[in-house]
């Protein structure tokens, strides 16, 4: 099949994308999304499917609604993954779908999905995963070599409005401890330099990396002693969970049912339910290299089966059910 994603970034250029060649099917990104952008690609390319992903700078009312137009005078399927909920699912995720009217809606959130279902959008639960192309060990790199590291944007302004959020605890019970015991952490990502009121204090303008390409990532991840993954709930895992472990990181996160159902705590992920407890595993491991080793190399392991050649696989399937695909 010939399938176009209607996105302009370089990030869902891989990860999916990549599940979906290995399987055989040719797969372009659109770039901006234009009517004249799009019925050029459409002609000349003529996709047998559409999928839109996330919310971008693509992801207006009027594209929204240009997509569907497109879709439906040319007759192409258009599939939408969903990447904010829940939490931002009442705000963008159903205005999008009754704009859009996808021809199926797939969610990185199994409640929301079951709503979508409900609510007369066919839908399906499609997790994140990880791409061994893309994810995979290296040696450690002496620029990225460090302690203790955080691969995420810091999201200030979503901190601030949703202060329910579980990714507030989740910096407190990861971050904030460390840094106030006087720890080295290396932050690479968007705004960390505004994050004193939710930590307690600056992270020192030396720590701040900055934004890392994301085929760099697995660069850092396979170069940090430990690598602290946030979590935003508790029955849900971060895109940064499977790349992390996908690319051999020794991965300190928070202890949730989500990780609990995904890994096993002290063999395959270290986690951590208070900041004592942070402090406490994080002096140990630091300290014990070969159980550091074990842990990382069955965190790899752990989550072998979760790669987007099989979160592809589910996809096609699921609209071959439909009817939407042959």
């Known amino acids: 099949m010939r399938i176009l994603f209607l996105e302009r970034g370089k990030l869902w250029s891989y990860g999916l994308p990549d599940g979906l060649r290995d399987l055989g099917h040719h797969v372009r990104t659109s770039g901006p999304v234009t009517r004249r952008a799009l019925v050029s690609l459409i002609e000349s390319y003529k996709p047998n499917l559409l999928v839109s992903v996330g919310w971008g700078p693509d992801h207006t009312k009027t594209k929204q609604r240009l997509m569907r137009n497109l879709a439906t005078l040319y007759r192409i399927p258009l599939i939408y993954w969903s990447l904010e909920d829940p939490n931002f699912t009442e705000v963008f995720t159903i205005p999008l779908l009754k704009r859009m009217k996808p021809d199926y809606t797939f969610s990185i959130s199994a409640k ?36 203790i590291v ?6 200030p302004d979503v901190l601030r409005k949703y202060k329910k959020l579980y990714r507030n605890q989740s910096i407190r019970t990861l971050i904030r401890p460390l840094l106030m015991n006087g720890y080295n952490i290396d932050f690479y990502g968007r705004n960390w330099s505004r994050m004193k009121p939710f930590i307690g204090c600056s992270i020192p303008k030396k720590s701040i990396k900055g934004y890392i390409p ?113």
């Open 112 to 147: 929301s999905s079951k709503r979508f279902q409900d609510m007369g959008f066919p839908s399906a639960h499609l997790d994140y995963a990880f791409h061994p192309k893309v994810h995979f060990r290296t040696e450690v790199k002496k620029k990225f070599r460090t302690d």
């Open 150 to 155: 955080v691969v995420a944007n810091a999201y």
């Open 214 to 326: 994301y085929k760099d990532a697995n660069k850092v991840f396979s170069s940090a002693k430990i690598v602290l993954g946030l979590q935003n709930y508790t029955d849900m895992v971060t895109q940064r969970t499977y790349e992390t472990l996908g690319s051999g990181g020794f991965f300190l996160t928070c202890d949730t049912s989500a990780i609990r159902a995904l890994l096993s705590p002290g063999r395959d992920v270290v986690v951590s339910s208070s900041p004592n407890e942070t402090l406490r595993k994080v002096r140990y491991y630091l300290a014990n290299t070969q159980e550091r080793e074990q842990i990382r190399r069955n965190g790899r392991r752990a989550i072998t089966r979760h790669n987007y050649t099989n979160r592809a696989r589910f996809m096609m399937n699921e609209l071959r059910k439909r009817g939407l695909v042959q």
